[in-house]
Each structure stands twice: as C-alpha cells, then as structure tokens.
C-alpha cells in the first residue's frame, strides 16, 4: 500500500520560510498529479498548489508567487517551498496523489504549519 509522509512543518514568524517535503513509499510520483492542500481551523480544505506530469504547476491565487511545488523523481518526493509566509497560511497542510482520471487518491497524515509572532 502506498504511503505518503510529509516533513518540514512547525513555527514560523511572519515573512518567513517553510519548505515541506512529501515523501511517497513508491514511485507513483512519476505517473501521478502530486498536490498539496490545506485545512485551517473551521474551514474547508483547499488546494493550494498541485503538479502533475505533463503540464505546469497549478497554484492558488493566495499563495500566487510566494509557494513554489516541485517534484525529485529520484526520491520519490514532492516539496512546497513557502516564503513570505503570512498568519492566514497557518493550517495542516497534507499531501496528495490522484491517478490519471482521479480513479486513485491518497492522502498523507498531515502536517502543521503555524505562522506566527
């Protein structure tokens, strides 16, 4: 069974960076749309950023020129670089894996990212 599992979350003062990391227990981010989303306290879970493996990188407009998702096929993992960070971005943020036509979906556990002074 495959497995996802997310690293790099925590702390992080306003304007500052973040870079998480997903690592998947086989090699299914080659063939996958890999995505990360977020759930803040009370609302909906959202994309935030997604990349799948034959077109660009898909962002949120709120994190539009901030967060960058980017792929290492050799390791089998995903990352989400974060700057600029703002208290609105404070959320769990989990990874995904969607196969080709959405047949599969596979969520990691989830990782918190606080953004605060």
């Known amino acids: 069974q495959v497995q996802l599992v997310e690293s790099g979350g925590g702390l992080v003062q306003p304007g500052g960076s973040l870079r998480l990391s997903c690592a998947a227990s086989?090699?299914?981010?080659?063939?996958?749309?890999m995505s990360w989303y977020r759930q803040a306290p009370g609302k909906q879970r959202e994309l935030v950023a997604s990349?799948?493996?034959?077109?660009?990188?898909n962002y949120a407009d709120s994190v539009k020129g901030r967060f960058t998702i980017s792929r290492d096929n050799a390791k089998n993992t995903i990352y989400l670089q974060m700057n600029s960070l703002k208290p609105e971005d404070t959320a769990v943020y989990y990874c995904?894996?969607?196969?080709?036509?959405?047949?599969?979906?596979?969520w990691g556990q989830g990782i918190q990212v606080t953004v605060s002074s």
């Open positions: 086989t090699g299914i981010i080659r063939f996958y749309t």
């Open positions: 990349t799948a493996t034959t077109s660009n990188p």
């Open positions: 995904n894996a969607a196969s080709p036509g959405g047949l599969y979906s596979i």
